[in-house]
């Protein structure tokens, strides 16, 4: 059995099975529909951090837009929820187009690049004077498609398309290509590697990803400001859960998502200060002591984590 | 009005290079990312803050206090963490993602000591020594009140900043061109492979640096209250984002050129909120991307920096 077989069958779709059964036992759908949101963010950000190496520290910028992206075509074109969902994840395409110009940066410079890419969308959508297509600061409420459990199972299907999108990467001499030239571009170019155009298509990849997360978030809360939609919080866990578990693997992100997010919600609601307490402590431990996240537990001692 | 705009986009310019330059400092010499470099402001505020309520003087004594207190820690804290930073396959990034921790670290310990509340300092007692020294020397009375540069009148904590500001600059400068120390810095900014294999003791060097940047954040931290109004512990992640505005508009690693940063962000900050105020929030990050895509190297790249 070849193992992208394997990978789908034993990972994506026993995740799927499980978040597609819990609804009916567990009473919390919010809280589902926020795991199955950032696992997705969290595989959006193993796909361009983990495969290429660009920190995309402004990744909630996608996310936001695809949530206007959402918001501006229910409100403004009556449209149905499905056909502003796909047009969300067409926002965070053209929002990742007009941002390509930033992969020509490095490093800490791009991921501060993204940063500032992602506030500027912030401050342009709750402009004032946009009043008149984006609501402006004063937030969007979409009580027409309000339908949580259609959301959820749509935030499901484009999980397991990410999910898959990894499972590619992970199997495929593209996946391979794209982690020879985050290692290092000069040879890999050098081998015959098209280096702009694995980039960027890694990039664009997260960005629709991000995008229809965003569009699916506004159709399941359907009232939210761009505070909540633009919010670092949701770049920073992505980031966090991702590193946590491992990036550039299947397995890693889902892991960082399951536990971190779970003992955040366990403690996080009482005392949120002791949460962040705990929480800063965890991340740079981790980052001291298990910079290639959990996996490497298992890794090091020359077990195979896909 | 365009005149008012000016000298205020300069006084805050000078006050946010301040902002930046030990943010900058850092980066230069370690490659690090501090995102922690906010929340050291946020202490800083709160050492004003302390000075003001138990010892009840003017808060300006809180910048050499700041600045020593956060010396120390700094060079603890470099040695605690950056080692076994540097050792790892890809510290600028890792970096990022440890000070982000220290930074959640930073502001839960001060919300469970200091609550959420906002907190001000009344912006007459700032420089009241000056006024103290004034009334001794030259008697007459104690003036509080609006200090007027070229017919318009400025709030006098933002002159005051300023002025410290520069001061702290130029000390910088002083600290960089003209004491050992100061060139083994510069050494191990421009390579720090190289100064490692002459002999510098690049650890210590960089230690120095590295308290030295977040003295200075504890210093710009201490007219924080003055600058913005107010200060909660969660405004350290706002505060680090503006700073990094302004380094990279300077260009990152050469600490001078955040002078110039600051002030050209001060001065577009003062200019597009007179003038097209809804759209201001938007300018330092369009300015920032503009920036870094045109110039990567910042405006005084890396090519003009004498190092």
């Known amino acids: ?306 | 009005m365009l005149t008012y705009a000016l000298v205020a986009g300069v006084l805050f310019g000078l006050y946010f290079s301040l902002v930046g330059v030990g943010l900058n400092l850092v980066f230069g010499v370690m490659r690090i990312v501090n995102l922690a470099h906010g929340d050291v402001m946020m202490l800083g505020a709160f050492v004003a803050l302390g000075v003001v309520t138990l010892a009840g003087i003017d808060p300006l004594f809180a910048v050499p206090l700041a600045f020593v207190v956060f010396l120390l820690v700094g060079t603890l804290l470099y040695w605690v963490l950056v080692p076994r930073l540097q050792g790892s396959a890809n510290p600028e990034m890792l970096s990022i993602i440890l000070f982000f921790g220290l930074s959640q670290v930073v502001e839960a310990i001060t919300t469970i000591f200091a609550g959420t509340s906002e907190r001000s300092i009344q912006s007459r007692l700032l420089g009241t020594v000056f006024s103290t020294i004034k009334v001794r020397l030259f008697g007459g009375k104690p003036e509080a009140g609006p200090i007027r540069i070229l017919g318009q009148g400025f709030p006098a904590p933002w002159v005051i900043a300023a002025g410290t500001s520069l001061v702290a600059i130029g000390l910088v400068y002083v600290y960089l061109y003209r004491t050992r120390l100061g060139t083994l810095t510069r050494a191990v900014m421009s390579r720090r492979d190289e100064a490692l294999a002459s002999g510098i003791d690049v650890d210590r060097v960089s230690a120095a640096a590295f308290g030295i940047g977040l003295g200075l954040a504890a210093v710009a931290g201490v007219f924080a209250p003055f600058m913005f109004g107010s200060i909660t512990p969660a405004f350290g992640a706002d505060a680090t984002v503006t700073s990094f505005a302004i380094v990279v508009l300077g260009s990152l690693g050469n600490p001078l050129g955040t002078a110039l940063g600051g002030v050209v962000y001060g001065v577009c900050y003062m200019l597009v909120q007179t003038y097209l105020s809804s759209w201001a929030d938007l300018l330092p990050y369009v300015l920032l991307i503009l920036i870094l895509l045109l110039r990567p190297s910042g405006l005084l790249g890396r090519q003009v920096r004498v190092a």
Do not use: C
């Open chain 1, 1 to 306: 059995m070849p193992n992208a077989v394997k990978h789908v069958l034993f990972i994506l779709v026993p995740l799927i099975a499980v978040f597609a059964v819990l609804p009916g036992v567990y009473q919390n759908h919010l809280l589902l529909f926020n795991f199955v949101t950032f696992l997705i963010l969290a595989q959006g950000v193993n796909i361009i951090y983990g495969f290429t190496g660009y920190l995309p520290f402004g990744y909630v910028g996608f996310f936001g837009a695809g949530a206007y992206g959402f918001a501006v075509l229910v409100m403004h074109y009556q449209s149905p929820a499905l056909v502003a969902v796909l047009a969300a994840g067409l926002v965070g395409v053209l929002l990742g187009l007009l941002l390509t110009p930033l992969l020509r940066l490095s490093g800490a410079y791009f991921a501060i690049a993204n940063l500032a890419a992602s506030l500027a969308v912030l401050h342009l959508v709750a402009n004032p004077a946009l009043e008149g297509i984006t609501k402006g600061p004063y937030g969007v409420s979409l009580t027409g498609t309000f339908n949580p459990s259609h959301a959820y199972y749509a935030a499901l299907a484009v999980l397991a398309l990410t999910v898959g999108g990894v499972v590619f990467l992970k199997n495929s001499s593209f996946g391979l290509a794209l982690q020879a030239v985050r290692e290092d571009a000069v040879s890999a170019s050098m081998a015959g590697v098209n280096v702009v155009k694995m980039r960027i298509a890694a990039w664009l990849a997260s960005a629709l990803v991000a995008g229809l997360a965003g569009g699916i978030y506004a159709w399941y809360v359907s009232v939210f400001y761009p505070d909540n939609v633009f919010s670092g919080d949701f770049s920073i866990f992505a980031i966090v859960f991702a590193l946590f578990g491992g990036v550039a693997t299947i397995s890693g992100p889902i892991i960082g998502v399951l536990i971190l997010y779970g003992v955040y919600n366990l403690i996080g609601f009482t005392t949120p200060q002791y949460f962040q307490l705990i929480y800063g402590l965890l991340i740079m431990g981790l980052v001291l002591f298990l910079p290639a996240g959990l996996v490497s537990l298992a890794t090091r001692r020359g077990w195979h984590v896909p």
